[in-house]
């Protein structure tokens, strides 16, 4: 079950820094650890998170294997109009979340 | 070995009896001061919660209600709370509607002559109360309803009474918590106790006050429960651990919790 959590403000003044923090339950297996009989434990992670604010990318990630589990990812924009902010995340074995955020620019 | 005893017995000259019994009481006098100086409680005054020797970052990680690693956990916790359970078909909430405020500060606690945590009471209120399979020790489920009550205690004191019940438990916690165990042979007061603030390698070692279980631990990428804790420090001065759920584990987090006694519960908390 993909769960995400993002954290931005619902209000913001225009041309203001905004900061955004999202958070992925997710194990991110690295596929390097082995099982007690030594089986290879296949890899599972996230591989990317896009966010697009109106449709415009502003932020992009390429996750690694080295990631902790529940990888916390925080950003800044620059807050330009009222609107939504998309997040989206994929990864291995098809894992694929969307969440999304509205702001209200003054 | 004959020489040198026939020496100091020359050096002591007619003084010999009088002088040895000096000595010894030197001696014993000695070995209490530092007795006392080594296995000293800490004064309440320098007590100190693990919070406060973490970095700037974990301290940042715990202190984020709305992006914490341990959001996932109280989510579910609270899900679990309210969902109707077993052939009873009641919910935590059914019972226990006005909440848990203060509840895991209280705990471990003797019920019936029977010292339970709080994970213990979780299962007790589920085989008897909603008649449900209890659930597994560290499990999701377990560990997210204990989160999610403990949050409801969140900056309350830590209120373990030590009344005629509980202080044989207390006692025989106290007695592990100083007893040397393990093939290093060492008592959790020898580092907990008599060197917090230095480094064990490259972690500090804080004053073991478990004031925010179950915990999301960064080194185990998950939550986890004093009792887990526990058997881990067990393992590092290569100690046999008790079993999870076992009297002798319980005891011991009756004691540091009892230690820890006026501090602020910070559950659900994050540790390095």
């Not at chain 2, 000259?13 to 006392?36: E, K, Q, Y």
């Not at chain 2, 080194?219 to 076992?246: K, M």
């Amino acid at each position: 079950m993909a769960r995400v959590v993002v954290n931005a403000p619902a209000r913001a003044k225009r041309g203001e820094v905004i900061e955004i923090r999202t958070l992925a339950g997710h194990a991110m297996e690295t596929g390097f650890r082995r099982t007690q009989t030594g089986e290879l434990i296949p890899r599972d992670i996230i591989t990317q998170l896009v966010c697009t604010y109106n449709g415009v990318e502003v932020f992009r990630a390429e996750l690694h294997p080295a990631m902790a589990a529940n990888p916390l990812l925080s950003f800044t924009t620059v807050a330009t109009e009222s609107g939504t902010l998309e997040f989206k995340w994929s990864g291995d074995n098809g894992y694929a979340a969307t969440q999304s955020a509205s702001i209200t620019v003054v | 070995m004959e020489r040198r005893q026939r020496v100091r017995r020359d050096a002591i000259g007619f003084h010999h009896g009088r002088l040895r019994l000096f000595a010894l009481s030197i001696a014993v006098l000695v070995c209490l001061f530092s007795t006392w100086l080594a296995a000293g409680e800490i004064p309440l005054a320098e007590r100190r919660s693990g919070y406060e020797f973490m970095s700037r970052e974990t301290r940042a990680m715990q202190d984020d209600e709305a992006t914490g690693p341990a959001l996932f956990s109280l989510l579910d916790g609270e899900a679990l709370w309210n969902r109707k359970e077993g052939p009873a078909g009641a919910s935590c909430a059914s019972c226990h509607g006005g909440g848990m405020k203060g509840v895991a500060a209280r705990y471990p606690k003797v019920k019936s002559g029977r010292l339970l945590n709080l994970e213990q009471q979780i299962n007790v209120c589920r085989t008897e109360r909603q008649m449900a399979a209890p659930w597994a020790y560290e499990s999701r489920e377990l560990l997210a309803l204990a989160a999610f009550v403990g949050r409801q205690s969140r900056g309350m004191p830590i209120d373990i009474q030590s009344d005629a019940a509980t202080a044989p438990f207390l006692a025989a916690g106290r007695a592990s918590f100083n007893r040397r165990q393990g093939q290093l042979n060492l008592s959790c007061a020898q580092c907990h106790d008599d060197n917090w603030g230095k480094r064990l390698a490259g972690s500090v070692i804080p004053q073991a006050h478990p004031t925010g279980y179950p915990i999301y631990r960064l080194e185990w990428e998950g939550a986890g429960s004093l009792s887990r804790r526990l058997r881990n420090c067990l393992t590092g001065i290569r100690a046999e651990s008790p079993a999870y759920g076992a009297p002798e584990l319980v005891e011991l987090e009756l004691f540091l919790m009892w230690r820890a006694n006026g501090m602020r519960l910070e559950t659900p908390a994050v540790r390095p």
